[in-house]
């Protein structure tokens, strides 16, 4: 009798693509070396390309060396804190960079944050130098007197665009607001002006693999967000397990700068693998289905890292049809799962191929993608199989000392140099999380017998029907196959006989329309009836995070006072 598959034998080695290593023999080197070596290699070469105007990695080395003498000349220097709240745009690059070249921690911020929100990282992570956009800078100098923050920096969407782009910037930002006007006050400075002038070189700081680079905060899905304390080598090593991933890049390839850098997705599989490469970088700074289009058509961008939304979006985009997309030689979706039928529709469009990944903030973030080269095995549908230097395995969900057999699901576990430190100030939550170096994800996880995994569901999601276990992705996954839905997103809800039961909220394609109890038969001979919802809620948008991934606590929180639901008459 042959012995069952166990986690440790790694069955996914087998479907690696050819040249991609079980180990990778990591260069000693952080990511301010990794800008300086591609700007050595390609001095002219475009680096960063916004609306236009290129910087090339001369340029960009030169801009970052010099941003990093006046961050010094403020008191920056190794072991504090800088806080970046910027869209994608070229100081976001610099600023990012020069912080780490002189040791300093960096916290990405997003944007469209609450006063409150962004007071809470502000405070937690103790920045004491903010660099941010004139749009936010009068709501930043306000609550700058509750922060430690000293020193305000800002720049504005103008400031880097090309001719005749900056002189109708000038005249029309305003009234579209694009633009604000920035009341004088104590500190404050505006950032090209202030880089503009010259400043000794700043001595870089000695860094090593373990000293601290970034305080990155989770995307607060299922409550106050949480500083995940990233290292240089974190960092450093998880770009090169993604350059060993993806081998072979041509030095002509062109990156889309769309996934928003401040969220650790975009920050590590387009910033910092591109400069990792030495190949430009269009960057979006609202990357919404007409810009990513645009950016697309007209810069010939060949690889795009990107989230389900803005693959939904570009789909669903009037002027689909008028967009030649057959540049784009491959995707890397993440963030949360991608319909299938979004996939096929995709690559028939462009003769690409989209790897779909998974990953965590607590993890730098990737850990598993699909096979990518010629010739290698896909799992459409899979997260596909761990990266070089990761494992992992499942475990039950409520002892995780026990591993489940495979093929059936269970809390995914993961151990890797891309695995954070800890939580900032969080010892307890640093504890439960991380156990000898593995990492508990808190997502339902099955891996089969060649080693592809595929998440089930979020633990916290997971719904508890009569005893049953629902997942909710399974129930989603119904409703993209309806041709006139565009998302659906599934719920538990209170039920008065079962504990607890299916809701799904429904965004039908413009122009469509359904009613409930149609829906709710749509599900009819595909799933058990047990996993039936008994409610449909028609919705224009879902409420999401950033990076696309639907808040469902939000619609969760919306339910909370909502009596307990009875079944439908269709599904009693």
């Known amino acids: 009798m042959t012995s069952p598959l166990t986690y440790q034998e790694k069955a996914w080695l087998q479907h690696y693509q050819k040249g991609v290593p079980e180990k990778v023999s990591f260069k000693d080197i952080c990511l301010p070396d990794m800008l300086e070596q591609s700007a050595t290699r390609f001095p002219d070469k475009m680096a960063l390309n916004f609306q236009g105007y290129e910087t090339t990695f001369g340029q960009l080395q030169d801009m970052v060396n010099n941003a990093a003498a006046h961050l ?12 970046i709240l910027l869209p994608n745009v070229i100081p976001c690059v610099v600023a990012y960079y020069a912080c780490l070249k002189l040791g300093a921690i960096v916290v990405m911020n997003n944007p469209l944050y609450s006063d409150r929100e962004l007071l809470h990282q502000f405070n937690d992570s103790e920045a004491t130098l903010l660099i941010t956009l004139d749009l936010l800078t009068n709501r930043m100098v306000n609550l700058r007197p509750q922060t430690k923050i000293k020193q305000i920096l800002y720049t504005s969407i103008g400031d880097y665009l090309p001719f005749p782009k900056s002189l109708l910037f000038r005249l029309f930002a305003k009234k579209k607001g694009l633009k604000a006007e920035v009341t004088p006050a104590k500190n404050l400075f505006h950032w090209k002006k202030l880089t503009a002038e010259s400043k000794p070189t700043a001595t870089p700081a000695d860094i090593k693999f373990d000293d601290i680079a970034q305080f990155q905060y989770t995307g607060g899905t299922t409550g106050t967000s949480k500083g995940v304390i990233l290292t240089h080598g974190n960092l450093s090593k998880q770009v090169q397990q993604l350059a060993a991933w993806f081998p072979g890049w041509d030095e002509n390839n062109i990156m889309l700068g769309a996934l928003p850098f401040f969220h650790v997705f975009g920050l590590t599989t387009s910033m910092n693998l591109a400069i990792y490469f030495g190949v430009g970088n269009v960057l979006v700074p609202k990357p919404q289905p007409a810009q990513l289009l645009q950016a697309i058509k007209k810069y010939k961008v060949t690889f795009a890292p990107l989230v389900p939304t803005m693959f939904i979006g570009m789909l669903q985009h009037p002027n689909i049809d008028k967009v030649d997309l057959t540049s784009i030689q491959g995707c890397f979706s993440g963030s949360a799962p991608l319909p299938v039928e979004v996939i096929k529709e995709f690559e028939s469009r462009t003769g690409a191929i989209i790897v779909e990944g998974y990953g965590l903030t607590e993890t730098s973030p990737v850990t598993h993608i699909n096979p990518f080269g010629e ?75 060649e080693g592809y995994f595929q998440i089930v569901d979020r633990k916290k999601d997971m719904i508890i029907s009569s005893g049953y276990n629902i997942y909710p992705r399974d129930i989603e996954e119904i409703y993209y196959e309806h041709p006139d839905i565009q998302e659906a997103a599934a719920i538990g809800i209170p039920h008065s ?68 639901s009875c079944s439908a008459s269709i599904t009693s």
């Not at 010094?72 to 800088?82: E, N, Q, R």
């Not at 829906?519 to 879902?542: G, H, M, Q």
């Open 72 to 83: 010094h000349h403020f008191g920056i220097g190794k072991g504090d804190t800088v806080a």
């Open 375 to 449: 010739g290698s095995k896909r799992k459409i549908g899979s997260i596909g199989v761990p990266i070089s230097d990761t494992t992992c395995k499942v475990v039950d969900i409520t002892d995780s000392s026990i591993e489940m057999p495979i093929g059936e699901p269970g809390e995914l576990l993961i151990k890797g140099p891309q695995v954070m430190k800890g939580y900032l100030k969080r010892a307890e939550e640093t504890a439960t999380t991380l156990s000898d170096g593995w990492v508990k994800t808190g997502d339902i996880a099955i891996m089969d017998e």
């Open 497 to 564: 006989k079962r504990g607890e039961a299916v809701k799904v909220f429904i965004v039908m394609k413009e122009g469509k329309s359904a009613t409930e109890e149609n829906l709710i038969l749509f599900c009819k001979d595909k799933i058990a009836k047990y996993k039936w919802p008994v409610a449909i809620e028609f919705r224009e948008e879902l409420p999401k995070t950033n990076v696309g991934k639907v808040l469902k606590k939000v619609l969760k929180e919306e339910q909370v006072d909502k009596p307990p």
